[in-house]
């Protein structure tokens, strides 16, 4: 099952690839957490994260019932420090996960927090 997954990424980030202006969301999924990365692929830096393990997201994300709602927390947060540091624009890179569930509630939550993709 792994191996599928590092299949579809390596495909996946042949075309994918985030710069200055237009930086790389990043998407982790572990069994109960989820983590996201904005990334500067031409400088290799990361410029913004956010996880469900954040101390600042410890408070709403107690109140949630579940993974979905707790990946739209994140994905509104990390959309909010991408603001702050001024960027509106994104490449959304959904690391060989299919694009539903937990993945897809991060990044309605990111375009809810206003960043385009």
């Known amino acids: 099952m792994q191996n599928k997954r590092f299949k579809k ?3 996946i980030r ?3 690839s985030g710069t200055s202006s237009t930086p790389r969301i990043s998407v982790f999924r572990s069994l109960n957490q989820i ?3 904005i990334i500067d692929d ?12 954040s101390k600042d997201l410890a ?10 709602e707790k990946s739209k927390i994140v994905g509104v947060n990390l959309a909010k420090k991408a ?8 490449v959304f890179d ?3 996960y299919k694009y539903h ?5 991060l990044a309605d939550g990111a375009r809810e927090g206003g960043l385009k993709f």
Not at 101 to 105: L, N, Q, S, T
């Open 35 to 37: 983590y996201a990365q």
């Open 42 to 53: 031409t400088n290799g830096t990361t410029l913004v994260a956010a996880s469900s393990l």
């Open 101 to 105: 569930g937990r993945i897809k509630a």
């Open 14 to 16: 042949k075309k994918i």
């Open 59 to 68: 408070k709403e994300i107690g109140k949630t019932s579940g993974k979905i």
């Open 94 to 96: 959904r690391n060989g």
């Open 83 to 90: 603001i702050e540091k001024g960027i509106t624009s994104v």
């Open 9 to 11: 990424k390596i495909k």
